[in-house]
């Protein structure tokens, strides 16, 4: 249980166009849902928490406007990267606190960008 | 604030010997430390928790880990090594004091390489 389905798990893009990245909660409500990014043999960086229904939280340092976010629905959070340059290029993870009590997370498959 | 350390990035192991990813953390309140291990271009796989409890926590695939409340670590061991448990490791907590919400922070990793 507490599955988190993330798609695209690969794309490319040209600079200056967008990416949508989707995360659904397939057996659960995902009220919140942590946007992670990790550089190549990095660790994750907490870009974001969504909260449906309303605005996102960003870290300090992460750009709104670029990185929008929205959590429209208890099973959808979308991550999209507006404007993409080569630096966006990096690995992108969503995650969600399980509702089963045992404070744990579960996590994405994960979604590497490349823009080229 | 939270923060976990992985002091080593790399950790060289033959086939079959003791395994041991070292991991300290900083908290207000109490902590729930994680374990996760990361394949390429994959998402996490949860490997075990500690909440509460007895200080030594096993997990999946013959790994555990103890909690040391005094030295403020949750190292990551495995008595006998398998070549397939050549990965990236994370340890990631997060803060039970209600001021620190239910983000998760994680450590800079630690690169396992287990030779045959």
């Known amino acids: 249980g507490a599955v988190v389905s993330q798609h695209p798990s690969r794309v490319i893009c040209k600079s200056g166009t967008s990416v949508k990245i989707e995360c659904r909660s397939l057996?659960?409500?995902?009220?919140?849902m942590f946007w992670y990014r990790q550089f190549p043999k990095q660790s994750l960086m907490l870009m974001a928490t969504?909260?449906?229904?309303?605005?996102?939280?960003?870290e300090q340092g992460v750009e709104k406007d670029k990185f929008l976010i929205n959590h429209a629905s208890l099973t959808l959070s979308t991550l999209t990267v507006t404007s993409a340059h080569p630096e966006d290029s990096s690995f992108y993870i969503c995650?969600?606190?399980?509702?089963?009590?045992?404070?744990?997370?579960?996590f994405g498959s994960g979604t590497r960008l490349t823009v080229v | 604030a939270q923060s976990v350390a992985q002091p080593e990035d790399q950790v060289n192991v033959a086939e079959g010997n003791p395994l041991t990813v070292k991991c300290t953390y900083s908290?207000?309140?109490?902590?729930?430390l994680f374990w996760y291990v990361q394949y390429p271009n994959r998402g996490l796989q949860f490997l075990l928790k500690?909440?509460?409890?007895?200080?030594l926590v096993k997990g999946s695939y013959g790994f555990e880990a103890e909690f040391n409340k005094s030295q403020t670590s949750f190292h990551l061991k495995k008595p006998s090594a398998l070549v397939s448990d050549s990965a990236l490791y994370f340890c990631?907590?997060?803060?039970?004091?209600?001021?620190?919400?239910?983000?998760?922070?994680f450590g800079g990793g630690t690169r396992v390489l287990v030779k045959p």
């Open positions: 995650s969600a606190p399980k509702k089963d009590g045992t404070g744990g997370y579960t």
């Open positions: 908290v207000s309140g109490n902590p729930y």
């Open positions: 500690y909440i509460t409890g007895d200080n």
């Open positions: 057996d659960f409500q995902a009220t919140t």
């Open positions: 969504s909260n449906e229904g309303s605005k996102a939280t960003y």
């Open positions: 990631a907590v997060r803060d039970m004091g209600k001021a620190a919400g239910n983000k998760l922070t």
